[in-house]
Nanobody, 125 residues
Framework: QVQLVESGGGLVQAGGSLRLSCAASGRTFSSYAMGWFRQAPGKEREFVGTISWNSHYTYYADSVKGRFTISRNNAVNTVYLQMNSLKPEDTAVYYC??????????????????WGQGTQVTVSS
């Protein structure tokens, strides 16, 4: 079992930056692919990006490509989402998720086995 706890959300002006963190419990974190998703008010949860277990591969939604960067530090069981050039449309609750199948990176929510509680990001115009 893996528990995920997101942090780092908050209120930021358009054009600003935030870095989200997702701390994982358990000794198997380093073998999991990790993903970030978000859910805006009144909308379905959507894929943001994902990173392979060894950081060799990353994959992003078109809407965030070039602005967001995912990284991870397996030594401290943490994955990060660096968000730059934020826009009001990035306002959402952001979730991290863990995929036990380490050899894939997936944008499908059904691929992920464990989810955090989410952290709110609000971008003002």
């Amino acid at each position: 079992q893996v528990q995920l706890v997101e942090s780092g959300g908050g209120l930021v002006q358009a054009g600003g930056s935030l870095r989200l963190s997702c701390a994982a419990s358990g000794r198997t974190f380093s073998s999991y692919a990790m993903g970030w998703f978000r859910q805006a008010p009144g909308k379905e949860r959507e894929f943001v990006g994902t990173i392979s277990w060894n950081s060799h591969y990353t994959y992003y939604a078109d809407s965030v490509k070039g602005r967001f960067t995912i990284s991870r530090n397996n030594a401290v069981n943490t994955v990060y989402l660096q968000m730059n050039s934020l826009k009001p449309e990035d306002t959402a609750v952001y979730y991290c998720a863990a995929d036990k199948v380490s050899q894939r990176i997936s944008r499908s929510q059904s691929s992920y086995d464990y989810w955090g509680q989410g952290t709110q990001v609000t971008v003002s115009s």
